[in-house]
């Protein structure tokens, strides 16, 4: 008989929002012959509802997985999961304020993902912060695993509570390289030039503004970034100010996969701004894809990338990194980050370390 594993916390299968739905999909799919998953998923979110996918049962609940409602949302979620599962998967920590108490009601085994501290996002406001806080001491001293994706926070709950987390970072092979194809080229004018890319959402956390403030000085490479600029004032402040640049592109979201990849895996050197979240998705895939990559400087980053690429801490410094990389320095570090991606970033390594716990 196989273990019931449940998963709570994230949007739910298919994964069409972000990094968690990504990360459930590629657990199911690569463990679903080992074990019975149950996915719980958000039912606003879905139009169609499907009784399984990757052979997981998808269990709706009518709350958004997001905002405010993810606290009920994941607290209904584990309620549910204790009924039947024997190991519960909970992603994030919104509504692990409450897990003490069902602790108490339940001897099923607990794993929590705790993500990037979230609490430390300029996003939040201070009730908010405070609340996330709570949420995560209550989710590390409560849960019987901890689980972290990236060294850093790593040595934050050593520190802070006291607990080894165990680290499990993040897939990347589902990223593919894709040429560009003839209508992105007429689509694009930018893709026939040399040209830098990020993706990302557009908040001050990921340093929109040392990346747009850097290429205001630099011209001679057209900047791509793609990301949700409506969503925000910040998003749209920085729009405003930088959009009459003719070498700078702010594109809205693309959610075709497809031609997201022709455009990312064609760009001449990728700009990563995330100075929190721990391991992020968009690194690792870009590092998989074999980009040279300017990053951030800050532990998150240099740890995801063992310390190769070429960090930055402000304008002027992304500035001179793309004054005087050359052309083999750039594709030599773009050799070594896919490699270091396919030895720590696929999913069959993430998944059999997530099975490991189970």
């Given at each position: 008989?196989?273990?019931?594993?449940?998963?709570?916390?994230?949007?739910?299968?298919?994964?069409?929002?972000?990094?968690?739905?990504?990360?459930?999909?590629?657990?199911?799919?690569?463990?679903?012959?080992?074990?019975?998953?149950?996915?719980?998923?958000?039912?606003?979110?879905?139009?169609?509802?499907?009784?399984?996918?990757?052979?997981?049962?998808?269990?709706?609940?009518?709350?958004?997985?997001?905002?405010?409602?993810?606290?009920?949302?994941?607290?209904?979620?584990?309620l549910k999961a204790c009924r039947f599962a024997d190991v519960i998967v909970v992603l994030g920590v919104s509504g692990c304020i409450f897990l003490p108490f069902i602790k108490l009601i339940t001897k099923k085994k607990i794993i929590v993902n705790i993500d990037g501290l979230e609490w430390r996002?300029?996003?939040?406001?201070?009730?908010?912060?405070?609340?996330?806080?709570?949420?995560?001491?209550?989710?590390?001293?409560?849960?019987?695993?901890?689980?972290?994706?990236?060294?850093?926070?790593?040595?934050?709950?050593?520190?802070?509570?006291?607990?080894?987390?165990?680290?499990?970072?993040?897939?990347?092979?589902?990223?593919?390289?894709?040429?560009?194809?003839?209508?992105?080229?007429?689509?694009?004018?930018?893709?026939?030039?040399?040209?830098?890319?990020?993706?990302?959402?557009?908040?001050?956390?990921?340093?929109?503004?040392?990346?747009?403030?850097?290429?205001?000085?630099?011209?001679?490479?057209?900047?791509?970034?793609?990301?949700?600029?409506?969503?925000?004032?910040?998003?749209?402040?920085?729009?405003?100010?930088?959009?009459?640049?003719?070498?700078?592109?702010?594109?809205?979201?693309?959610?075709?996969?497809?031609?997201?990849?022709?455009?990312?895996?064609?760009?001449?050197?990728?700009?990563?701004?995330?100075?929190?979240?721990?391991?992020?998705?968009?690194?690792?895939?870009?590092?998989?894809?074999?980009?040279?990559?300017?990053?951030?400087?800050?532990?998150?980053?240099?740890?995801?990338?063992?310390?190769?690429?070429?960090?930055?801490?402000?304008?002027?410094?992304?500035?001179?990194?793309?004054?005087?990389?050359?052309?083999?320095?750039?594709?030599?570090?773009?050799?070594?980050?896919?490699?270091?991606?396919?030895?720590?970033?696929?999913?069959?390594?993430?998944?059999?370390?997530?099975?490991?716990?189970?």
């Open positions: 008989m196989l273990k019931k594993i449940a998963i709570v916390g994230s949007v739910g299968l298919p994964a069409r929002y972000g990094g968690w739905e990504t990360l459930v999909d590629h657990l199911t799919r690569h463990l679903a012959t080992r074990y019975e998953f149950t996915v719980y998923c958000s039912a606003k979110k879905y139009d169609e509802k499907l009784s399984s996918y990757n052979g997981a049962k998808l269990e709706y609940i009518d709350l958004d997985a997001n905002g405010v409602q993810s606290i009920p949302y994941d607290v209904v979620s584990m996002r300029a996003k939040w406001s201070k009730f908010a912060k405070w609340f996330l806080k709570k949420s995560e001491a209550a989710a590390v001293r409560a849960a019987d695993v901890v689980v972290v994706d990236n060294q850093a926070i790593q040595a934050y709950v050593q520190s802070q509570y006291g607990r080894t987390g165990v680290l499990i970072a993040y897939g990347a092979d589902h990223a593919q390289h894709r040429n560009l194809a003839i209508d992105a080229l007429q689509k694009y004018a930018f893709a026939s030039r040399r040209y830098a890319f990020k993706v990302c959402r557009i908040e001050p956390e990921n340093n929109i503004d040392i990346i747009l403030e850097c290429f205001s000085m630099y011209s001679d490479m057209d900047m791509v970034m793609i990301g949700n600029w409506n969503n925000s004032s910040y998003g749209e402040d920085l729009r405003k100010k930088y959009s009459h640049l003719p070498h700078l592109h702010l594109l809205d979201p693309i959610y075709d996969p497809e031609i997201l990849n022709q455009i990312r895996g064609n760009c001449h050197i990728y700009i990563h701004g995330h100075s929190a979240g721990g391991t992020n998705p968009s690194l690792v895939e870009a590092m998989y894809l074999g980009l040279p990559i300017a990053y951030f400087d800050c532990d998150f980053n240099r740890f995801t990338t063992h310390g190769a690429g070429l960090p930055f801490a402000d304008a002027a410094g992304l500035k001179v990194i793309l004054e005087t990389s050359s052309a083999e320095q750039l594709t030599a570090i773009g050799v070594q980050m896919q490699a270091l991606a396919g030895e720590f970033y696929t999913w069959d390594r993430i998944a059999n370390q997530y099975a490991q716990l189970f």
